[in-house]
C-alpha cells in the first residue's frame, strides 16, 4: 500500500504508520491513535523488519561478544508515562540518552513478554520507577552532537517511541526500545494554540548497529543504517462548519535532507464542499517535508470530524559520519469565537 507523494517502499504490514487508501477510512486506526498513542503513528519505511540476527558490541569483548537481541524482528511503538531520563557517556562515540517509561496498557507486553523469560536474579537489573512502584522500559539513542540538550516532555507526561523492540543482555536481558529513533510528545500550551504535538526523529549516532559486520547474521537492514527516514501519521480532529488551521514547523534540524521535489507548502481538505482543515508548512523549504492529507469524514458525535496528515522526512544521507535530527512541531490553532 503506498501513499501519493511517498516512495514505493513506505508499505507497511496491519496499516501501522500510513495513512488509509484514498475513499476508505480507517475508523479503528483513528480510535487507537487518539487513545492510546497520542494521535500519532511512526514507521520507518526503509526499515521497520529488523530481523532476528542479535547486535554485537565490539568494544565489550575481543571475542564479538552478543548484546542486544530482538524479540521479534520488527520494531515497535511504546507510548507511557515518561519516568525518568539519565545520559550514560560510554566508550567511543556512544552517548545515550536514556528515557525510562513505564508503559500504557495497551503496551505493556513490551515489559510483560521479556520479564517473563528473566530469571528471578536477572530481574535485578530491571528498572525501576521513580515516581511509584513498577518497571520501566528503557529507551536508549545516541544523538548528534548538535542535539544536545535533550528535547523531552516534563516527567509524568506521556511519551512515545519507536524503534527495535530488543533484549539488551549486557543488563542481564531486560527489555529495551534501542535506538528509539523518533520520540513524540504534547507541548506546553500558549496563547493563539489549542494543542501541539513534538515530534523528533534522530539518526544515532554511536557507530554501533550501523552496518551489516555489527550483526552475528543477515538483517533486512541494519536497525540504524543512514539515512534515518520516518513516515509518520498524526490523526487530527476538525470540527464540522469551522475551518481549522494546522502549522507544521521545524524547531531544530541538523543534516535535514530534500525528500520530494515541488512540494506544495499548504494543503486543504473539504467536507461537504467546504474547507475544514488546513495544514500550513511554515518552513523555507517545503521539500523537506512530503505530506498528504486522507479524506475528511465524519466522528459518530455529529461536532467533529476525522482526517489523517501524513508527513515523510529524511535526516542524514549515505554518508556515516553526517548524522542528524530534525524536531518537529504540529500545532493546532485557536479558532476565533
Same mark, same amino acid.
Given at each position: 500500500m503506498g501513499h501519493p507523494g511517498f516512495p514505493d517502499e513506505s508499505a507497511a504490514p496491519d496499516n501501522v504508520g500510513l495513512a488509509p487508501e484514498p475513499y476508505v477510512f480507517d475508523h479503528d486506526l483513528w480510535v487507537r491513535l487518539r487513545r492510546d498513542q497520542l494521535g500519532v503513528d511512526v514507521i520507518d519505511p526503509l526499515g521497520h523488519q529488523i530481523g532476528m540476527a542479535r547486535g554485537i558490541n565490539h568494544r565489550w569483548s575481543e571475542d564479538r561478544e552478543v548484546v542486544w537481541t530482538p524479540v521479534d524482528g520488527v520494531k =515497535?511503538?511504546? /507510548?507511557?508515562?515518561? %519516568? *525518568?531520563?539519565?545520559?550514560?557517556?560510554? %566508550?567511543? $562515540?556512544?552517548w545515550d540518552w536514556e528515557y525510562r517509561i513505564f508503559p $500504557?496498557?495497551?503496551? &505493556?507486553?513490551?515489559?510483560? &513478554?521479556?520479564?517473563?523469560?528473566? *530469571?528471578?536474579?536477572?530481574? %535485578? $537489573?530491571? /528498572? *525501576? !520507577? %521513580? &515516581?511509584?512502584?513498577? +518497571?520501566?522500559?528503557?529507551?536508549?539513542?545516541t544523538p548528534d552532537e548538535d542535539f544536545r540538550p535533550i528535547p523531552s516532555p516534563r516527567q509524568g507526561?506521556? @511519551?512515545?517511541?519507536?524503534? #527495535?523492540?530488543? !533484549?539488551?543482555?549486557? =543488563?542481564s536481558g531486560r527489555p529495551? +526500545? =534501542? #535506538?528509539?529513533? /523518533? @520520540?513524540?510528545?504534547?507541548?506546553?500550551? &500558549? #496563547?493563539?494554540?489549542?494543542t501541539s504535538r513534538l515530534v523528533a526523529v534522530v539518526q544515532d549516532d554511536s557507530d554501533r548497529l550501523d552496518w551489516p559486520s555489527d550483526y552475528d547474521g543477515s538483517v533486512p537492514r541494519p536497525w540504524s543504517a543512514f539515512p534515518r527516514r520516518a513516515n509518520i501519521t498524526f490523526a487530527l480532529r476538525p470540527v464540522v462548519q469551522q475551518h481549522v488551521q494546522f502549522n507544521l514547523q521545524i524547531l531544530d534540524a541538523r543534516e535535514m535532507a530534500d525528500i520530494v521535489t515541488g512540494e506544495v507548502p499548504s494543503m486543504t481538505g473539504l467536507f461537504g464542499g467546504q474547507p475544514v482543515i488546513t495544514v500550513t508548512k511554515q518552513i523555507d523549504d517545503p521539500g523537506k517535508i512530503s505530506m498528504g492529507l486522507s479524506p475528511v469524514v465524519p466522528d459518530p458525535d455529529g461536532v467533529h470530524l476525522r482526517c489523517f496528515l501524513t508527513i515523510a522526512i529524511q535526516v542524514s544521507d549515505a554518508n556515516r559520519g553526517r548524522a542528524g535530527h530534525a524536531l518537529l512541531n504540529l500545532e493546532t490553532l485557536e479558532q476565533d469565537g
Open positions: =515497535h511503538v511504546l /507510548v507511557g508515562e515518561f %519516568d *525518568s531520563f539519565d545520559i550514560y557517556d560510554g %566508550d567511543g $562515540d556512544e $500504557d496498557p495497551p503496551f &505493556r507486553f513490551i515489559l510483560d &513478554r521479556v520479564v517473563a523469560r528473566m *530469571s528471578a536474579g536477572e530481574r %535485578d $537489573d530491571l /528498572v *525501576s !520507577r %521513580d &515516581r511509584g512502584e513498577g +518497571i520501566c522500559v528503557e529507551c536508549e539513542i507526561q506521556k @511519551l512515545g517511541v519507536y524503534g #527495535p523492540w530488543v !533484549r539488551d543482555f549486557g =543488563h529495551e +526500545i =534501542h #535506538p528509539c529513533e /523518533v @520520540l513524540w510528545w504534547m507541548g506546553e500550551p &500558549r #496563547p493563539g494554540v489549542a
